[in-house]
């Protein structure tokens, strides 16, 4: 059947469109939309993903599927090299639209301080974020000078990592809406336990970790205020069977919707 010429013309940009949402417009880079469930309106989140080190390509299914069963979000994912990465979060309103930025990503060697300055002023100015293990190692290490923007985002500064070991997590906040439901004490299946040298003074800490019996602790998941923005953040996640455990996507679906406001 042939088609009138005026949907052929409708039919074009819509095509074009498509293949940019399946295919991703930069290098390697994918963003991809997954469907979330239930009546209410649902969040726009957008993760950010992708890095060495760690199994991404299967964790942007383990969280985001995760979370959309237990809260109603829908997503945009984009995964991409650091090169990828930067030019993506340097674009103009990159972030627009979106009700929370959700990062799960390993770029340890930027070096540009201009950047990681842009970058956390979108949450400075309110933009919620969830950040989860190695953005804690991403955007600080190798930033010139003494400003460090992304760790005032985190609302925690890591220098490195122990062993490879399940950690023994201690909730110590029970009252806190994120953590009512978090079991008072939680081993996660395998782990890497991130040290903590500074918690910032906007940082409040909601349960720490423990790979040796609890000769030394080190926090490791948290609320932050900066500037107008709420983040949560975690240190947990590691290893794919921790991130898939039950206790793990409950606490970071609760810590996704108190960022965003809906979880009093
Ligand atoms: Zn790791």
Known sequence: MRLPRRTLLLSFPILTLSLFVFFGGIGSAEKETV??????????????????????????????????????????????????????????????????????????????????????????????????????????????????????????TSPRHGAKSPIEVSNLAKDHAIMKSFPGKWTTPQGELYHIDKVWPTATVLAKGTIDGGKKFHDCVWINTYGKGRVFG?????????????????????????VTGRLK
């Open 35 to 156: 469907k979330t469930q239930g009546g209410k309106k649902a969040l726009k989140a957008l993760l950010v993903t992708g890095g060495g080190y760690h199994d991404y390509k299967k964790q942007k299914t383990i969280l985001t599927e995760g979370i959309s069963k237990r809260a109603a979000v829908e997503w945009d994912v984009f995964m991409g090299d650091a090169k990828q990465t930067k030019e993506k979060l340097s674009e103009k309103g990159w972030a627009d639209g979106y009700d929370v930025i959700v990062y799960n990503l390993c770029h340890a060697h930027e070096t540009d301080g201009n950047f990681v300055e842009g970058l956390s002023k979108v949450h400075h100015e309110g933009k919620a974020a969830v950040v989860i293990h190695c953005s804690m190692h991403s955007y600080h290490w190798k930033i010139p000078g003494e400003t460090k923007h992304w760790p005032a985002v985190l609302g925690v």
């Open 234 to 258: 975690t240190t947990l996640g590691h290893h794919n069977e921790t991130m898939s455990a039950e206790t793990y996507l409950d606490m970071v679906s609760r810590g996704l919707l108190w």
